[in-house]
């Protein structure tokens, strides 16, 4: 299986900071890459697709980049909205999902 | 309007079996893909398997090859998630996740509908 290692686990910031989560694939996953946010009780929501499509209703403060095997999920201007675990899934070969990030109040 | 509708929580002795249903409205229900993703208490996600009910083969996560099978009925547009032989290390949300085709050739799915998870409980 490709395994998805996501870093930081966690991450302190406040409101307007801009905020850059990593995502390293064990091997070319031809940039089928998504990232999801959850918050507690909840389930997940898809925010990017094809490492930098947004989903339709997401807002433009959140973008994604990479290729090959490292990706990043950047939120631009952090709000208060955006408190939340979040997670990058391959689906280049099934799907794995990486152990998440979580993203907390300073 | 697509929706995922599962079935409720149960709680499940060591040793026994548990079968939850994921009910689809919307969309196409033979050419999507059904996947189970779970989720235990405090932790991440972790992709259990999944289905595309027009050829009818299940695909599953290396860990729980053996333990888990997963089926579709057309008929009745729903999906469904069987795990045998619980232990406590299966105690987690279960949610139903429905696969958005992005390659066109049904290979590469990201998830842009879920379920509201099913929590099975696996205690003595």
């Known amino acids: 299986d490709i395994q998805m290692t996501q870093s930081p686990s966690t991450l302190s910031a406040s409101v307007g900071d801009r905020v850059t989560i990593t995502c390293r694939a064990s091997e070319n996953i031809n940039n089928w890459l998504a990232w999801y946010q959850q918050k507690p009780g909840k389930a997940p929501k898809v925010l990017i697709y094809k490492v930098s499509t947004l989903q339709s209703g997401v807002p433009s403060r959140f973008s994604g980049s990479g290729s090959g095997t490292e990706f990043t999920l950047t939120i631009s201007s952090l709000q208060p909205d955006d408190f939340a675990t979040y997670y990058c899934?391959?689906?280049?070969?099934?799907?794995?999902f990486g152990q998440g990030t979580k993203v907390e109040i300073k | 309007q697509v929706q995922l509708e599962q079935s409720g929580a149960e709680v499940k002795e060591p040793g026994s079996s548990v079968k939850v249903s994921c009910k689809a409205s919307?969309?196409?229900?033979?050419?999507?893909?059904f996947a189970w993703v779970r989720q235990a208490p405090g932790q991440g996600l972790e992709w259990v398997g999944g289905?595309?009910?027009?050829?009818?083969?299940?695909h599953y996560a290396q860990m729980l090859q053996g333990r888990v099978t997963i089926t579709a009925d057309e008929s009745a547009s729903t999906a469904y998630l069987e795990v045998t032989d619980l232990q406590s290390e299966d105690t987690a949300v279960y949610y139903c996740?429905?696969?958005?085709?992005?390659?066109?050739?049904?290979?590469?799915?990201?998830?842009?509908?879920w379920g509201q998870g099913t929590l099975v409980t696996v205690s003595s």
């Open positions: 899934q391959q689906y280049n070969s099934y799907s794995t």
């Open positions: 289905i595309i009910p027009l050829f009818a083969t299940a």
């Open positions: 996740a429905r696969g958005t085709d992005d390659s066109g050739d049904y290979d590469n799915y990201f998830f842009a509908y």
């Open positions: 919307g969309g196409s229900f033979s050419s999507d893909l």
